[in-house]
C-alpha cells in the first residue's frame, strides 16, 4: 500500500491500510539515509503516486510546504538522482517534476510499490 507521507511542523501523517509499526519500518532505510528528511520523502511519494510529471507549484500547495522548502527538497532529490526537472518551453517558470529510475527503486526498497 502506498503512504502518503506529510511533513507537517514535525508531524508525520499518513493515509494507508498499513499499520504505524509497518509504516515506521517501511521508512527506515529513507530516514538512514544521510541527507534524506521527511519532507523528502514526501516528494518522493506525491511524484510515485503521480500518473506523469508533477507541476512544481501545484507539488508545494499539495504537500503544503513553503516553495523555497519544496526547491530546498528537490535540489537534494535532484543530487541524490532520485528525480529529474522539466522546465516548460512555453513558460520558462514552470518546472515538471518527474521520478528517476533510481527513485523507484529507492521508493520499492522501502516496501512501497509506484
Same mark, same amino acid.
Request: glycine letters at 6%.
Given at each position: 500500500?502506498?503512504?502518503?507521507?506529510? @511533513?507537517?511542523? /514535525?508531524?508525520?501523517?499518513?493515509? &494507508?491500510?498499513? &499499520?504505524?509499526? %509497518?509504516?515506521?519500518?517501511?521508512?527506515? *532505510?529513507?530516514?538512514?539515509?544521510?541527507?534524506?528528511?521527511?519532507?523528502?520523502?514526501? $516528494?518522493?511519494?506525491?511524484? =510515485?503516486? %503521480? *500518473?506523469?510529471? $508533477?507541476?512544481?507549484?501545484? !507539488?508545494?500547495? @499539495?504537500?503544503?510546504? *513553503?516553495?523555497? =522548502?519544496?526547491?530546498?527538497?528537490?535540489?537534494?532529490?535532484?543530487?541524490? !538522482?532520485?528525480?529529474?526537472?522539466?522546465?516548460?518551453? @512555453?513558460? =520558462?517558470?514552470?518546472?515538471?517534476? !518527474?521520478? &528517476? *529510475?533510481? !527513485?523507484?527503486?529507492?521508493?520499492?526498497?522501502? /516496501?512501497?510499490?509506484?
Amino acid at each position: 500500500m502506498l503512504a502518503t507521507v506529510i @511533513d507537517n511542523n /514535525g508531524i508525520i501523517r499518513y493515509h &494507508t491500510a498499513m &499499520t504505524p509499526a %509497518a509504516l515506521l519500518s517501511s521508512l527506515r *532505510p529513507a530516514l538512514k539515509h544521510r541527507h534524506m528528511k521527511v519532507r523528502h520523502l514526501a $516528494v518522493l511519494l506525491l511524484l =510515485a503516486e %503521480a *500518473p506523469s510529471r $508533477v507541476d512544481f507549484t501545484a !507539488g508545494a500547495w @499539495d504537500l503544503r510546504l *513553503p516553495k523555497s =522548502a519544496m526547491t530546498r527538497s528537490c535540489d537534494v532529490l535532484y543530487k541524490l !538522482g532520485f528525480i529529474d526537472r522539466e522546465y516548460s518551453q @512555453d513558460d =520558462a517558470r514552470k518546472i515538471f517534476l !518527474g521520478m &528517476t *529510475p533510481k !527513485g523507484r527503486e529507492f521508493i520499492r526498497s522501502m /516496501g512501497v510499490s509506484s
